[in-house]
């Protein structure tokens, strides 16, 4: 659907963690009522109708990823379609909308929704360093045994610079503590030099945004889908003991529990 450029332009300033909801509800109403383009008028007057009616949108969490169902373009090698639809399930189960009726004092807002992103691939476009957890995709290259034909190909796709040949070695060195494991650097090796090791996801726990911004801190390790499933339930498990009247989980994430749950997943 067509948006002039004031339409769009409105729809810019929605606060960007319910903006996709209301474009998608604006366009809805414009087509409803037999129109091709989306106009300021109409952004306005969704817009009042969605704030309006704020507490009845809310479900108690929001869960999102980067291209939705289409998928990431630069996906680290792994599928999370199955991922965000078992974490959508298993959040439903948790009845976190009922747990924040209790907890809220008055109305519910969007802010006090638990909120969970899945990106495929380290360039996060949705956000994961600032939500209550962020899930990475993850492909870890390492040194396989055929020979490298010294060609740079792995140097030149790796924006980390964490790839450099050793011609006396005969082949690439991967650095550790630079390599974002997003596996561009497998695809592209002409002789299989550089393999595919181990595929899954990074978690990263308690980001926000607001007065007092913090960015998430990163669980050390790979983990399956089953071991992902598992951290979500613990951290939602964390929220809802200690949570008192709604507190974004950044707040309720302590030090200690963060220990904790690194030392449950250590082997992941």
């Not at 990823?65 to 999370?80: D, H, K, L, M």
């Not at 976190?96 to 969007?110: A, I, T």
């Not at 009247?245 to 220990?259: K, M, T």
């Amino acid at each position: 659907m067509e948006w002039t450029k004031e339409a769009a332009a409105a729809i810019k300033k929605v606060p960007f963690f319910v903006r996709k909801r209301v474009r998608t509800r604006v366009e809805n109403e414009a087509q409803a009522a037999g129109k091709q383009t989306v106009t300021l008028a109409d952004v306005r007057a969704t817009q009042a109708r969605y704030l309006s009616q704020m507490s009845s949108e809310i479900k108690g969490y929001q869960i999102d990823a980067c291209f939705g169902p289409s998928g990431c373009p630069n996906r680290a090698n792994t599928r999370s379609d199955k991922l965000l639809e078992r974490i959508e399930a298993l959040l439903q189960a948790e009845d976190l909308l009922g747990f924040l009726q209790q907890k809220v004092p008055g109305d519910l807002k969007f802010h006090h929704e638990f909120r969970i992103t899945l990106a495929d691939c380290p360039n996060a476009c949705s956000q994961p360093q600032i939500r209550d957890i962020g899930i990475i995709g993850a492909c870890v290259p390492i040194r396989a045994e055929e020979d490298c034909a010294l060609c740079e190909a792995c140097v030149e796709a790796c924006k980390e610079e964490a790839i450099r040949l050793d011609r006396e070695r005969g082949g690439p060195i991967i650095a550790d503590t630079r390599c974002l494991n997003c596996g561009q650097c497998i695809p592209v090796c002409p002789t299989g030099t550089i393999a595919e090791g181990r595929t899954g996801f990074r978690v990263q726990l308690g980001g926000k945004l607001g007065r007092h911004p913090q960015l998430a801190k990163e669980l050390p390790g790979i983990y399956n889908e089953k071991q992902v499933l598992q951290i979500v339930k613990d951290c939602v498990d964390l929220y809802k003991k200690h949570s008192r009247h709604g507190e974004r989980f950044a707040h309720i994430l302590q030090p200690r529990h963060f220990r904790s749950l690194a030392e449950r997943y250590k082997c992941g």
